[in-house]
T-cell receptor
Framework: DADVTQTPRNRITKTGKRIMLECSQTKGHDRMYWYRQDPGLGLRLIYY???????NKGEISDGYSVSRQAQAKFSLSLESAIPNQTALYFCATSDRGASSYNEQFFGPGTRLTVL | DAKTTQPNSMESNEEEPVHLPCNHS???????IHWYRQLPSQGPEYVIH???SNVNNRMASLAIAEDRKSSTLILHRATLRDAAVYYCILRDGDMRFGAGTRLTVKP
């Protein structure tokens, strides 16, 4: 079984709809992250959480919110989806330790299309 | 933020070594150099990281210039499965991905 899972894997929605993307992990890691990837580009950090009570904005948090329901679960919400949020979304986890060198483990991604 | 510069694409023949370059002339003393790769239709996966000294692991080697302004990821024998986008990332906290180098491996 995969260590980091994301649901759904694909989603098509309409402008203005509320969307939630979910991430679960069985690695026992404290830290979880949400990234988005646009075609031909690298990943950009949306939000990250170092533990259940710690939520931090990343590079591109506008239009997104997150919830860390438990150590193993981290959800990303688009309150009112817009077409330029069409992208590939990745969840990642990492263990404790200095952020400078600890490895991040990525999920398989969710492809979101906003019409 | 310190940035990295990588070629957009490279080609290699199967079973030959591949040297993927990365320039990071504004690197700070506390930045670690990380490499991740993204296989088609998958999330990125960790390859290797280093600070000052060259590093080897089962996947690759990382050669870091003495002045740390550049580094090279070395795949000793490329396989078809190594075809991916390779990202060179400087980390002092957050991971900031660039566009990476798309490696094509020819049979």
């Amino acid at each position: 079984d995969a260590d980091v899972t994301q649901t759904p894997r694909n989603r098509i929605t309409k402008t203005g709809k509320r969307i939630m993307l979910e991430c679960s992990q069985t690695k026992g890691h404290d830290r979880m992250y949400w990234y988005r990837q646009d075609p031909g580009l690298g990943l950009r950090l949306i939000y990250y959480s170092f533990d259940v009570k710690d939520i931090n904005k990343g590079e591109i948090s506008d239009g997104y919110s997150v919830s860390r329901q438990a150590q193993a679960k981290f959800s990303l919400s688009l309150e009112s989806a817009i077409p330029n949020q069409t992208a590939l979304y990745f969840c990642a986890t990492s263990d404790r330790g200095a952020s400078s060198y600890n490895e991040q483990f990525f999920g398989p991604g969710t492809r979101l299309t906003v019409l | 933020d310190a940035k990295t510069t990588q070629p957009n694409s490279m080609e290699s023949n199967e079973e030959e070594p591949v040297h993927l370059p990365c320039n990071h002339s504004t690197i700070s003393g506390t930045d670690y150099i990380h490499w991740y790769r993204q296989l088609p239709s998958q999330g990125p996966e960790y390859v290797i990281h280093g600070l000052t000294s060259n590093v080897n692991n089962r996947m690759a080697s990382l050669a870091i210039a003495e002045d740390r302004k550049s580094s090279t990821l070395i795949l000793h024998r490329a396989t078809l499965r190594d075809a991916a986008v390779y990202y060179c990332i400087l980390r002092d906290g957050d991971m900031r991905f660039g566009a990476g180098t798309r490696l094509t491996v020819k049979p």
